[in-house]
């Protein structure tokens, strides 16, 4: 069984810093693609970023330049480090594995159980 570990949330002022980290933990061959979304209060879940196994990256428009993705293979592990937050940065954020191949099965994709990150003074 892949499961997701997410930790590194918690309260941070507008225009700190926090580094969010994923674990994929149990027996694993390859991981396709890593990445993190969020939901914040009263709206869907979105997406912020991912990065693929061969490091190409993606951003939604309201993090890029502020947030960095970034991913080691042999730990399957996946971090984001959030600069300059704001109040809008507040939600759960989830992270995500798609293309996860395991020795007994495949999973098209596996959530986290995520972690809250409240931007506020």
């Known amino acids: 069984q892949v499961q997701l570990v997410e930790s590194g949330g918690g309260l941070v002022q507008p225009g700190g810093s926090l580094r969010l980290s994923c674990t994929a933990s149990g027996s694993i061959f390859v991981i396709n693609k890593m990445g993190w979304y969020r939901q914040a209060p009263g709206k869907q879940r979105e997406f912020v970023a991912a990065v693929s196994r061969d490091a190409s990256i993606q951003y939604s428009a309201s993090v890029k330049g502020r947030f960095t993705i970034s991913r080691d293979n042999a730990k399957n592990t996946v971090y984001l480090q959030m600069n300059s937050l704001e109040p809008e940065d507040t939600a759960v954020y989830y992270c995500?594995?798609?293309?996860?191949?395991?020795?007994?099965?495949?999973?098209?994709?596996?959530w986290g159980q995520g972690t809250l990150v409240t931007v506020s003074s």
């Open positions: 995500n594995a798609a293309g996860v191949l395991a020795p007994t099965r495949q999973y098209p994709e596996i």
